[in-house]
């Protein structure tokens, strides 16, 4: 009666092969595809790349031991990214997405980017139903907790963070097949969170690191972004704008690429500003290209800003 | 006496993986997925208790199956089922209801005849344990 019934697939209790072909696992899996996307797409990082093609190889490998019927459970995968904001994070915690559903390791691969506000409620009673939403919606993927230290705030004890904490771990433990949770935060933030919550701590495996920028790495950033949009510097321009990142760098709430970013948005409305001033016809060049003066023009170059404005 | 409400239910009852996989049918559409409960499963009684809120934005049928084995936990001896909800407009309508849970003894119905006026019959069916 049930036999028309599609079923899920089921892995076949055949004898195991007697070899597998990592290379052959390699370019079947549709793994190289995704480094080279994380190389092609990300500037700089090195260190994080060389850990995520670590991280590959290792669940490459692992994949291969249950084939031959090495190993029956499923490795802990569970990471917390560390590193300044605006240090490509959130990209990279994307990628890892589509590179553990590449290796069959989450089913769907689809990313679910969470902060305090969405796992913690307001009043007794609120939090657990709060959490449990977020992770019903992260099963399947990969839940993204950024800035996680905030989950725990130790000067309040009736803080209904360590609900929601409890909750993880217990979810983190019991459905590791179903999903990946990966923390995010500042590094001392994080090192701090994770000593006050050794149950987080034994549960990720990977813990990886994301360095700063450099300038050289944040000025090729900039032409990719605008490169991205259609627009280019002038080379004044473009000298003007490794001027604004050194510059930048030394002042207050500077977030790497997205001070980079919301820089660049700045300059481009002055352009727009500069166009709609200026008298005439406007030809496409003229349209797509940033000038110096769109970047002197920046309040950086003047020492910064005179009253300290909120982080960008 | 075995109740045949909604899909699927004059099959033997569905196993966890069949479950799972119509819901993974329902999500792949697109359909939000509710839970609800009972202990009157009588035709005339349409609005079931709601377990949760209907599960929207979901990508992965085990958020369901979650629910579901919670549900099953707090009301092992009750019916339970999922409505999947399609809220396409022209449809905006439940699409798929089938029955995930069963009391180990399912009630009976009666047919109650009456007379009223005129020697008039009316029959009323109720559910009798």
């Known amino acids: 009666m049930a036999d028309d019934i599609a079923l899920p697939e089921s892995p076949p209790a055949t004898v195991a092969p007697a070899t597998v072909d990592l290379a052959a696992d390699y370019r079947a899996s549709g793994v190289a595809e995704v480094l080279e996307e994380l190389d092609r797409e990300l500037i700089g990082l090195a260190p994080v790349k060389e850990r995520i093609r670590e991280t590959a190889a290792l ?182 704008m490794r001027d604004y990142i050194a510059a930048r760098r030394a002042q207050p709430h500077f977030a790497n690429a997205r001070s980079i970013r919301n820089a660049l948005d700045r300059a481009r409305l002055r352009q727009a500003n500069r166009l709609f001033a200026a008298a005439g016809p406007i030809d496409a060049a003229a349209l797509s290209t940033i000038e110096e003066a769109d970047i002197r023009a920046s309040r950086v170059f003047r020492g910064g800003l005179a009253h300290e404005r909120a982080a960008p | 006496m075995r109740v045949t409400q909604g899909t699927f239910s004059f099959l033997p009852d569905l196993t966890d993986e069949q479950i799972a996989a119509q819901v993974e049918y329902c999500l792949r559409n697109g359909w939000a997925v509710g839970i609800e409960f009972t202990d009157d499963p009588h035709p005339r009684n349409t609005y079931w208790e709601m377990w949760g809120n209907p599960m929207f934005d979901l990508r992965d049928a085990k958020g369901v199956t979650m629910e579901i084995e919670a549900c099953r936990k707090a009301h092992p001896d009750a019916y339970i089922r999922v409505n999947a909800f399609d809220s396409t407009r022209g449809w905006e309508t439940v699409r798929l209801s089938f029955i995930v849970n069963r009391p ?15 020697r008039s019959q009316t029959y009323s069916l109720g559910t009798a344990r």
């Open chain 1, 59 to 240: 669940l490459l490998v692992d994949r291969a031991r249950r084939a031959l019927g090495l190993t029956q459970e499923t490795p802990t995968l569970h990471m917390s990214f560390t590193g300044n904001p605006g240090t490509g994070k959130t990209t990279v915690a994307l990628k890892m997405a589509g590179l553990l559903k590449r290796l069959g390791y989450v089913r769907k691969g689809h990313l679910v980017s969470v902060t305090r506000d969405d796992l913690v409620g307001q009043y007794i009673g609120h939090t657990a139903p709060k959490t449990k939403e977020v992770l019903k919606k992260a099963m399947g993927g990969v839940l993204f907790i950024d800035e996680a230290y905030y989950l725990y705030r130790p000067d309040n004890e009736r803080d209904y963070g360590q609900e929601a904490i409890e909750i993880l771990l217990q979810v983190m433990e019991n459905n590791r097949d179903d999903l990946v949770v990966i923390l995010a935060g500042y590094a001392d933030r994080m090192d701090r969170f994770f000593r006050s919550n050794p149950g987080f701590r034994s549960r990720i495996a990977h813990h990886i690191e994301f360095p700063d920028y450099t300038d050289e790495e944040l000025l090729r950033i900039a032409v990719t972004m605008l490169a991205a949009q259609n627009y280019r510097f002038t080379p004044a321009a473009e000298a003007a």
């Open chain 2, 104 to 118: 180990k003894v399912e009630p009976t119905f009666t047919l109650t005849r009456t007379e009223v006026r005129s």
